[in-house]
């Protein structure tokens, strides 16, 4: 069963596991990994021990088959419809796959998570609302070193060109400078991964009326697709992930901060920097330089009056 090395280290500290190709149906069909690790824990969305997987697989919430007509959505990449499918796995088949991931990696299953029924609790004493008992995961690809290290990597989207069709990879980018594109494929630069960009060969858009595979899922013919993204500004987006694995504060916060200073002294210099930081940031990212409801107007404002380079 070929899957993505995966490790976490929250919740409930460092915990090696793999990721599972699968779609949440969540009033669309969202492409995703699943998360499933070795003391039990199936991040879906929501973290979730082994009895509760179980009981959410049943309801529709992670599909393996997304119906003739829906739309499939990858974060980070675009959507389309769906055509025509050739779909290779139920969700019967993935429960198996789950339980068989936390055998391998857990064979005397010591120690597993129980939530003991609920994945949620009161958020305080007499409050109605509720908080997820364990959170958030912060996931990252793993691959090991020659001294037995974590090399911890990142997940950037993209579309391998195969003759007339495509390759659908979640991408791992490594803190090493190197990435890989399929689940048992060979490791290659990141560096070559941009040439590879420049070329054509790897891209971020699928042609219309074109199949595109996803390893271990099947495949589906996409119609009326939405890729909005650039490929020389998935390279910006590439660089950015791997200066960021490396320590840095990478091109959003830099410019977060570029307006912050803005804001507390408009000085044409303090404009400048701003003016920088925002051009460093990749194109299809922009959106998050401010908050959820301004985005980056804020800042388009300030750097392009009325007029900005969004014609608007």
């Known amino acids: 069963m070929q899957s993505w090395p995966i490790v976490r280290t929250q919740p409930l500290g460092k915990t090696y596991g793999r990721g599972l190709p699968s779609f949440i149906n969540n009033r669309g069909y969202y492409f995703d990994l699943l998360g499933v690790y070795a003391d039990g824990v199936v991040d879906c969305w929501d973290m ?40 290779q796995l139920s969700v019967a088949d993935l429960v198996e796959q789950v339980e068989a991931v936390v055998t391998a990696l857990n064979p005397q299953r010591a120690e597993l998570v129980d939530l003991e029924g609920e994945a949620s609790r009161p958020f305080g004493p007499n409050s109605k609302a509720r908080i997820a008992k364990l959170g958030l995961a912060d996931e990252y690809f793993q691959r090991l070193a020659a001294d037995g290290a974590d090399i911890l990597g990142r997940r950037v989207p993209l579309l391998l060109r195969d003759g007339a069709s495509y390759v659908l990879t979640p991408g791992a980018i490594y803190a090493d400078g190197m990435c890989q594109l399929r689940m048992a494929g060979d490791l290659l630069s990141t560096a070559t991964l941009i040439e590879q960009l420049e070329r054509g060969e790897v891209g971020t858009s699928v042609a219309d009326g074109s199949w595109v595979e996803i390893e271990g899922l099947g495949c589906w013919r996409s119609v009326q697709g939405h890729w909005p993204i650039e490929p020389g500004e998935r390279s910006k987006e590439i660089a950015d992930v791997l ?23 408009p000085a044409p ?35 392009f009056g009325e007029h900005d380079e969004y014609g608007e």
Request: aromatic residues 10%.
């Open 243 to 265: 200066a960021i694995l490396n320590g840095a504060p990478g091109a959003l916060k830099t410019c977060r901060a570029a307006f912050a200073d803005y804001q507390r002294d």
């Open 269 to 303: 210099a303090a404009k400048e920097r701003l003016r920088s930081a925002y051009a460093a940031v990749p194109g299809h990212l922009r959106m998050y330089c401010g908050d959820m409801d301004s985005k980056d107007w804020p800042i388009r404002a300030i750097l």
């Open 48 to 87: 979730l021990d082994l009895a509760l997987f179980r009981r959410k697989a049943q309801t529709g919430w992670i599909a393996l088959q997304p119906p003739l007509g829906a739309h499939v959505s990858v974060h980070n990449l675009g959507f389309c419809k769906v055509d025509a499918a050739e779909w």
